[in-house]
């Protein structure tokens, strides 16, 4: 079992920054990756990025790539997602999920409880 906290979510305006932080616990030493998804109000969840856990390689989505930033703490098993120049199209519920298994596509095992992010025009 893993279990997923996340973090840092919040009320920010349009060009603002947020990180957010999702500390993982339980049997951290089997995952291989950490994603980070999100899920605006009617809409489906979509994925936002991804870091191996071992090498710290980085997916992005094109919708935030060069505008969010992944990265881990293996010591406090944390991984966090830097959020710069948010936009409206940015609020949703963003979850933190790992997967403990190299897969293609993906798959993800456990899910966070999710952190609002609003983001105001």
């Known amino acids: 079992q893993v279990q997923l906290v996340e973090s840092g979510g919040g009320l920010v305006q349009a060009g603002g920054s947020l990180r957010l932080s999702c500390a993982a616990s339980g049997r951290t030493s089997s995952t291989y990756a950490m994603g980070w998804f999100r899920q605006a109000p009617g809409k489906e969840r979509e994925f936002v990025a991804r870091?191996?856990?071992?090498?710290?390689?980085?997916y992005y989505a094109n919708s935030v790539k060069g505008r969010f930033t992944i990265s881990r703490d293996n010591a406090k098993n944390t991984v966090y997602l830097q959020l710069n120049s948010l936009k409206s199209e940015d609020t949703a519920v963003y979850y933190c999920?790992?997967?403990?298994?190299?897969?293609?596509?993906?798959?993800?095992?456990?899910w966070g409880q999710g952190t609002q992010v609003t983001v105001s025009s």
């Open positions: 999920a790992a997967a403990l298994r190299r897969t293609i596509p993906t798959n993800y095992d456990y």
């Open positions: 870091i191996t856990w071992s090498d710290g390689g980085t």
